[in-house]
């Protein structure tokens, strides 16, 4: 657990103020396991991923929990937010809140499709599903309360960069960066507009990371000394742009009592950890701890990968590939809940 100087775990919520539950939605950096039984090359559910983990593999993609446990954890509300799909999930966890985050998703469909996953839309229908649950079971008044109180965090976008746009041409042959960054925008405007529409009150809405200084984006377009790979830096910030100027926006049309709408940018806070590791206790930042740390990720990144490995993760800024460490993902999650608690109230 990473403690703040010494404090409690858990946060202090603003006086009289209580979250029912965390719901989250997303890609891989939240994804506890939702892409498990999809026949998908993105997971995580053997090992080395989960190593550090209590059990073992769980389709988390770090060594140890991800930024969704992390969430559920500060706000107090339970030590790990499940997936959504996992089959021993329990009426009593929908009621706290679930993950329906899946790997390699994007505010762009594509990502999701090409990638055989659940798109954010297909999410949204898991969510209406759970809502019926937790009526069926507590009924409507209790069931709007809960969904009422509770927080909703976003965090998609980085494969809508590195793989949708940069890997393949679909994309990049009919849009600039400037034109597939108000593309994007309007998927995410969608998808936020549908989930307040079902009564989300409380929304975070994370930005997109510098994706060009991942360890396999470095490799593959950084070029022989491995430098961030720029272009995919540029979409990412043009994206981030946008999304920061969308949720300004949307705070003049959603107007119904108690709704809060945050972005969360992560682009400068991970940045920081990159270039200087020391400062927070990393020793490697430009390659991940898995097999050679180059450009290993989801399957990729498996048993065989094992002997390579670096010994203990917690030296690194990033777990694989693409992902953080567990460390890198505790000391960023509290950064920026500390940061931006109020306005959630």
């Known amino acids: 657990m990473f403690c703040h100087d010494g404090n409690e775990a858990a946060l202090v919520l603003p006086k009289n103020e209580t979250i029912s539950a965390i719901y989250v939605f997303g890609d891989s950096i939240v994804d506890p396991g939702n892409n498990n039984n999809l026949a998908t090359i993105a997971k995580g559910n053997f090992l080395p991923y989960g190593r550090d983990f209590k059990g073992g593999p769980t389709g988390r993609f770090s060594n140890g929990k991800v930024p969704s446990d992390i969430i559920a954890e500060e706000f107090g509300v339970k030590d790990l937010l499940p997936a959504y799909l996992d089959p021993k999930v329990q009426l009593q966890d929908l009621l706290t809140g679930v993950s329906f985050a899946s790997g390699a998703a994007g505010y762009d469909p594509l990502s999701a499709e090409t990638a055989n996953v659940i798109t954010m839309s297909g999410q949204l229908e898991l969510f209406k599903e759970c809502i019926k649950k937790i009526e069926a079971a507590v009924g409507e008044e209790r069931t709007a309360t809960i969904v009422s109180k509770a927080i909703y965090i ?22 600039d ?20 529409g079902l009564g989300a009150r409380r929304i975070g809405l ?25 272009a995919e830096n540029q979409l990412a910030t043009a994206n981030n742009a946008k999304l920061s100027g969308l949720i300004d926006n949307l705070k003049t049309v959603f107007t119904l009592p108690g709704t809060k709408l945050i972005f969360l940018d992560i682009y400068y806070p991970l940045l920081s950890l990159i270039q200087n590791p020391g400062k927070y206790g990393f020793e490697v930042a430009t390659v991940g701890c898995c097999g050679t740390g180059l450009i290993e990720a989801s399957i990729f990144c498996n048993p065989t990968s094992i002997p390579l490995s670096c010994p203990d993760a917690s030296k690194y800024v990033f777990w694989d590939g693409y992902h953080p460490s567990e460390k890198a993902y505790k000391i960023l999650t509290s950064t920026i809940i500390n940061l931006h608690l109020k306005e959630f109230f």
């Open 154 to 175: 976003v965090c998609t976008g980085s494969n809508d960069v590195s793989n949708t746009y940069f890997l393949l041409p679909i994309r990049r042959s009919h849009y």
């Open 177 to 196: 960066i400037n034109a597939y960054s108000d593309l994007v925008a309007g998927y995410a405007s969608q998808f936020l507009q549908d989930l307040y």
């Open 206 to 230: 994370l930005g997109l990371p510098p994706i060009g200084c991942v360890p396999s984006q470095r490799t593959l377009g950084g070029g022989n000394n491995r430098d961030c790979y720029e």
